[in-house]
């Protein structure tokens, strides 16, 4: 049982470049969602996706696009990347978004470098 | 909107001593609360979560932690702090209304010799 991975681990980008980050669960999750850590921050949430089949916004989601994929699989792309995005981003995932369900269990993180 | 203030940045505590990390927590309907750990260059683990029932909660490590719903407070302790309890702690709240975890901004415990 890995859990929640993430893939790659480190990244650096040029200004405009675009990436996509890869995270997958095995934990046959229904929910699963991305933040961003930043320092003095804490964690915010990119973006989430509550079951297969749907995404939606959250906190901070200009910049970003998601696919789920299946439902092992939700990636975070970003198109055009801007020095602002540099942080380290975490996937995380949960069975549900209701009540005892919801908590949240995450991925190692990847550390985004944005020149 | 709901919350979480964790007023603590930084704590400094000698290792056997105690440590009371600090969250306060703002909703005005019945929240679901949690502690995170994140030791350095790792993602974060749960700690310890109040959902219902007894206000005191256990987790793992030693910590536990007390919902005060008066004070709207989930403060994270510790009677004897050991040198890998070095790490940052995140508060969290969650309710259904707004079907997200919102965190606060974590507080870095460093425990010294």
């Known amino acids: 049982n890995a859990g929640v991975t993430q893939t790659p681990k480190f990244q650096v980008l040029k200004t405009g470049q675009s990436m996509t980050l890869q995270c997958a669960q095995d934990?046959?999750?229904?929910?699963m969602y991305w933040y961003r850590q930043d320092p003095g921050m804490g964690l915010r949430l990119i973006y989430y996706?509550?079951?297969?089949?749907?995404?939606d916004k959250g906190e901070v989601p200009n910049g970003y696009n998601v696919s789920r994929l299946n439902k092992r699989e939700f990636s975070l792309r970003l198109e055009s990347a801007a020095p602002s995005q540099t942080s380290v981003y975490f996937c995380?995932?949960?069975?549900?978004?209701?009540?005892?369900?919801?908590?949240?269990?995450f991925g190692p993180g990847t550390r985004l470098t944005v020149l | 909107a709901q919350s979480v203030t964790q007023l603590d940045s930084q704590v400094p505590v000698f290792e056997e001593a105690p440590v009371e990390l600090r969250c306060n927590y703002s909703?005005?309907?019945?929240?679901?609360l949690f502690w995170y750990v994140q030791y350095p260059n790792q993602g974060l683990q749960l700690l310890l979560k109040?959902?219902?029932?007894?206000?005191l909660v256990k987790g793992i490590n030693g910590f536990e932690a007390e919902f005060n719903k008066s004070q709207t407070s989930f403060h994270l302790r510790k009677p004897s702090v050991h040198i890998s309890d070095t790490a940052e702690y995140f508060c969290?709240?969650?309710?259904?209304?707004?079907?997200?975890?919102?965190f606060g901004t974590g507080t870095q415990l460093k425990v010294e010799l």
């Open positions: 995380a995932s949960s069975p549900g978004l209701a009540g005892v369900n919801h908590e949240q269990f």
């Open positions: 934990m046959n999750h229904n929910s």
């Open positions: 909703s005005s309907v019945s929240v679901y």
């Open positions: 996706s509550a079951s297969e089949g749907t995404t």
């Open positions: 109040y959902l219902s029932g007894s206000t």
């Open positions: 969290a709240v969650f309710t259904g209304g707004g079907n997200k975890l919102t």
